[in-house]
């Protein structure tokens, strides 16, 4: 069974830090573009980062830039966001999703917010 699973979602203050993982289980994130996006109440999906299946290209929407990365480590199946310097308005449902690379590009995958396989979810609230 394909599975991608969020995990280090959580309540911080603003200024704070959280990594998010995403482990893939049922298929390897070898040959796949990663992307992270999030959802806040009664607002649409946002494209936040989206990396390729090398990890040698990334994107970041412009609200992140500088106060998060994403990296993936091939090896453990797994893809992270660092997310630093959090604000309230960073807070929202974060989702990793995983497209097959031959099927589109980052840059694609995170203007669209389209992916094959997705995650459930994991929340992140950014609040003193």
């Known amino acids: 069974q394909l599975q991608l699973v969020e995990s280090g979602g959580g309540l911080v203050q603003p200024g704070g830090s959280l990594r998010l993982s995403c482990a893939a289980s049922?298929?390897?994130?070898?040959?796949?573009?990663i992307g992270w996006f999030r959802q806040a109440p009664g607002k649409e999906r946002e494209g936040v980062s989206c990396i390729s299946s090398t990890g040698g290209s990334t994107n970041y929407a412009d609200s992140v830039k500088g106060r998060f990365t994403v990296s993936r480590d091939n090896a453990k199946n797994t893809v992270y966001l660092q997310m630093n310097r959090l604000k309230p308005e960073d807070t929202a449902v974060y989702y990793c999703?995983?497209?097959?690379?031959?099927?589109?590009?980052?840059?694609?995958?995170?203007?669209?917010?389209?992916?094959?396989?997705w995650g459930q979810g994991t929340q992140v609230t950014v609040s003193s």
């Open positions: 999703a995983a497209s097959p690379m031959m099927l589109t590009t980052i840059q694609t995958m995170c203007a669209l917010k389209t992916a094959a396989y």
């Open positions: 049922g298929f390897a994130l070898d040959y796949h573009n």
